[in-house]
């Protein structure tokens, strides 16, 4: 199945900052919603973030303030900026589109944030 293509996940300090990048195949690219999950070991997957096609931004309360989802879609690529990261958010992060009933997901990023 066609998958997304996470990538810029990695290991960083309390307060430090990451951004994460998802492309999207062509074959499946559309304006339709994305989003970010996280998931951490031992916990449920989580919403964190949703985009729509024209821009228009949610975001979990857990992130609000920190985290900013955008998108390219010249580049067809959706982007999470974390900032000032904390040790709980150590997750692993995945995209998500839904497009004509079908779930389409990457195979995560491991974010880890050191104390």
């Known amino acids: 199945q066609v998958q997304l293509v996470e990538s810029g996940g990695g290991l960083v300090q309390t307060g430090g900052s990451l951004r994460l990048s998802c492309a999207v195949p062509?074959?499946?690219?559309?304006?339709?919603?994305m989003a970010w999950y996280r998931q951490a070991p031992g916990k449920q997957r989580d919403l964190v973030a949703r985009?729509?096609?024209?821009?228009?931004?949610n975001y979990a309360d857990f992130v609000k303030g920190r985290f900013t989802i955008s998108r390219d879609n010249a580049k067809k690529t959706v982007y999470l900026q974390m900032n000032s990261l904390k040790p709980e958010d150590t997750a692993v992060y995945y995209c998500?589109?839904?497009?004509?009933?079908?779930?389409?997901w990457g195979q995560g990023t491991q974010v880890t944030v050191s104390s």
């Open positions: 062509v074959s499946i690219f559309s304006f339709n919603p």
């Open positions: 985009i729509s096609g024209l821009g228009s931004t």
């Open positions: 998500f589109l839904l497009r004509n009933g079908v779930q389409y």
